[in-house]
């Protein structure tokens, strides 16, 4: 047995490892089919079985009303923010943005390339460490969406609450806190996520879109951008990611074994509940995110003096505590502890933390 470590990536991130041992067990043959899951049709119904399994769990696991489309497509939340505007945004409209952070300014600074973009809210005027509260947002009624980042992974913003957008459809990237717990998707227009941290390894982007809002997209929208074709082709208009769908597949499986959404929200919540408390308990470590605001998913937290980073780093190595460093554009410390980051990997985290406290502080 190889021994695994705790693994506090932003992305791609911790698997379960139940998952992987799956994939492991069935990697030659898959279901005695003589080969593996990557070298088949993805028209095979072999494969259109996985697929449509795949759909289902993920249905049932966030209570996907029937009519809403789930999309698996390619290109990662970033080719989204370009997607967005080009299947939503006719030209002569606008599309009102709130700005929480990294991400989010790269989907505004991408939509803007196809049309007039108004930053309904931002958090600047807070340093990012505050979510402004909807009282404080311009929204345009004539908009033709509000977009919006459920969780910024880099500077570990999380809205604890759905923006309320009228009858203008409210799209959010959630690529770092879907399924960590319940959410009403009811309330979207769209939602999607790129698959590398809660849902599989990387090279999908799955989205959930309302039926009534496909086939708008801009005639000069490439084929494979638009929404419509996608749901159209069951996301097979070309060769999708089959791996990536199957191993997600998997996850959303080990996920209803969990208690659903459900069971990761009240394992989350003590997770995060533990480290914030430590941090906040001790004079050594910092997280400036203000309470209501703190993301459950992404932790970062900062040092008593940032020259001991390097060897908080090298501590944590050797006790196989991996990638806790900060993004690189902010610096300082990061603890990613999505769903397949298991309690016990916190507890280490903090144990070492209390640890090297007591050594230098
Ligand atoms: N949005 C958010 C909130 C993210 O965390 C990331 C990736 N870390 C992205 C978008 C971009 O995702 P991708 O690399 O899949 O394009």
């Known amino acids: 047995m190889t021994k695994r470590a705790y693994n506090f990536c932003a992305g791609?991130?911790?698997?379960?490892?139940?998952?992987?041992?799956?994939?492991?067990?069935?990697?030659?043959?898959?279901?005695?089919?003589?080969?593996?899951?990557?070298?088949?049709?993805?028209?095979?119904?072999?494969?259109?079985?996985?697929?449509?399994?795949?759909?289902?769990?993920?249905?049932d696991l966030l209570s996907i009303p029937e009519h809403y489309k789930v999309l698996f497509m390619q290109g990662g939340a970033s080719q989204q923010f370009a997607q967005i505007p080009l299947n939503f945004l006719p030209e002569s409209s606008s599309a009102d943005y709130i700005d929480t952070g990294i991400w989010?300014?790269?989907?505004?600074?991408?939509?803007?390339?196809?049309?007039?973009?108004?930053?309904?809210?931002?958090a600047k005027k807070y340093d990012y460490f505050s979510i402004p509260g909807q009282n404080e947002w311009q929204l345009n009624k004539q908009a033709a969406y509000v977009h919006y980042t459920t969780n910024e992974t880099i500077g570990g913003l999380q809205f604890d609450w759905i923006p309320e957008s009228g009858d203008v459809p409210l799209v959010a990237d959630m690529s770092s806190d879907i399924l960590s717990r319940p959410v009403?998707?009811?309330?979207?227009?769209?939602?999607?996520?790129?698959?590398?941290?809660?849902?599989?390894p990387s090279g999908l982007v799955v989205a959930i879109v309302r039926?009534?809002?496909?086939?708008?997209?801009?005639?000069?929208?490439?084929?494979?951008?638009?929404?419509?074709v996608a749901a159209d082709n069951g996301s097979m208009y070309n060769t999708p990611p089959t791996f990536s769908w199957y191993l997600s597949g998997l996850v959303f499986k080990w996920l209803k074994e969990q208690g659903g959404v459900e069971g990761m929200a009240k394992l989350n919540f003590e997770k995060q509940r533990l480290l914030y408390e430590y941090i906040d308990k001790s004079d050594f470590y910092t997280n400036p995110i203000s309470k209501s605001a703190r993301s459950w998913m992404n932790i970062p937290f900062r040092l008593a003096d940032a020259r001991l980073e390097q060897a908080f780093l090298a501590g944590a190595q050797e006790r196989a505590l991996l990638n806790l460093q900060g993004h690189r554009s902010v610096g300082g410390m990061r603890a990613s502890i999505y769903n397949a980051?298991?309690?016990?990997?916190?507890?280490?985290?903090?144990?070492?933390?209390?640890?090297?406290e007591k050594e230098k502080a």
Not at 104 to 122: F, H, T
């Open 184 to 200: 009403d998707v009811s309330r979207f227009g769209m939602i999607y996520a790129g698959a590398q941290k809660n849902i599989g």
């Open 341 to 356: 980051v298991p309690m016990a990997a916190v507890e280490a985290l903090i144990d070492y933390m209390r640890a090297f």
């Open 104 to 122: 989010s300014r790269k989907s505004i600074d991408e939509a803007r390339r196809y049309g007039n973009i108004n930053v309904a809210a931002s």
């Open 211 to 228: 039926e009534d809002l496909l086939g708008k997209a801009r005639a000069s929208c490439p084929t494979m951008l638009d929404y419509k």
């Open 12 to 59: 791609p991130a911790a698997l379960p490892e139940a998952v992987l041992q799956q994939a492991q067990k069935e990697l030659l043959d898959w279901q005695s089919k003589g080969v593996s899951i990557m070298e088949m049709s993805h028209r095979s119904d072999e494969f259109v079985g996985v697929a449509n399994q795949a759909e289902q769990d993920l249905r």
